[in-house]
T-cell receptor, first 110, second 115 residues
Framework: TQLLEQSPQFLSIQEGENLTVYCNSS?????LQWYRQEPGEGPVLLVT?????EVKKLKRLTFQFGDARKDSSLHITAAQPGDTGLYLC??????????FGQGTRLTINP | DSGVTQTPKHLITATGQRVTLRCSPR?????VYWYQQSLDQGLQFLIQ???????AKGNILERFSAQQFPDLHSELNLSSLELGDSALYFC??????????????FGSGTRLTVV
């Protein structure tokens, strides 16, 4: 059983469409991070959210941390082929390690 | 280049053998974390070192061990290898000893194939 459940596991959409991926848990996290991983590379940090209800924007990407700090979402507007990759959420419970979700594998078709 | 260097990039070895994976953290980072990534398990935390001392342990097998040296580079030793140990092994580093705010910087990983 994964501490962090990501959905959907796979998503394939056309360029220009909008999408949302989710990261859910029954546990409370002191912070939550989103990473993107491309084939043959390690995950790269996109954003960290700390406060319940917090919203952060990174160009066309909008990240939200749930009010109870148990869940998060990533919304991409007008997706582009360069957005293709594995999106991972990771939670910090203050136990000196990050716990990762299984990831959402996103494919944007031209 | 993330600043975290992992060697080798690929490793193919036989069952029962022992291998050593090496990681040099980003300059200035004191914490090193090791993760195993497989298709069915995702990224699983193995172990963390901070400034030479073990700080946290995850689901690391007894056949696996790690250490961090005075120059802060780290090595992950995998022994009595089994087919199921085939995976990507990532090293990550961070400034402090928690992940809060700063996040991790990951290396490109070592792909281990046990045959």
């Amino acid at each position: 059983t994964q501490l962090l459940e990501q959905s959907p596991q796979f998503l394939s959409i056309q360029e220009g469409e909008n999408l949302t991926v989710y990261c859910n848990s029954s546990s409370v996290f002191s912070s939550l991070q989103w990473y993107r991983q491309e084939p043959g590379e390690g995950p790269v940090l996109l954003v960290t959210v700390v406060t319940g209800g917090e919203v952060k924007k990174l160009k066309r990407l909008t990240f939200q941390f749930g009010d109870a700090r148990k869940d998060s979402s990533l919304h991409i507007t007008a997706a582009q082929p360069g957005d293709t990759g594995l999106y991972l959420c990771a939670g910090d419970q203050g136990a000196q390690k990050l716990v990762f979700g299984q990831g959402t594998r996103l494919t944007i078709n031209p | 280049d993330s600043g975290v260097t992992q060697t080798p990039k690929h490793l193919i070895t036989a069952t029962g053998q022992r291998v050593t994976l090496r990681c040099s953290p980003r300059s200035g980072d004191l914490s090193v974390y090791w993760y195993q990534q497989s298709l069915d398990q995702g990224l699983q935390f193995l172990i963390q070192y901070y400034n030479g001392e073990e700080r946290a342990k995850g689901n690391i097998l007894e056949r696996f061990s790690a250490q961090q040296f005075p120059d802060l580079h780290s090595e992950l030793n995998l022994s009595s290898l089994e087919l199921g140990d085939s995976a990507l092994y990532f090293c990550a580093s961070s400034v402090g000893w928690t992940a809060l705010s700063y996040g991790y910087t990951f290396g490109s990983g070592t792909r281990l194939t046990v045959v």
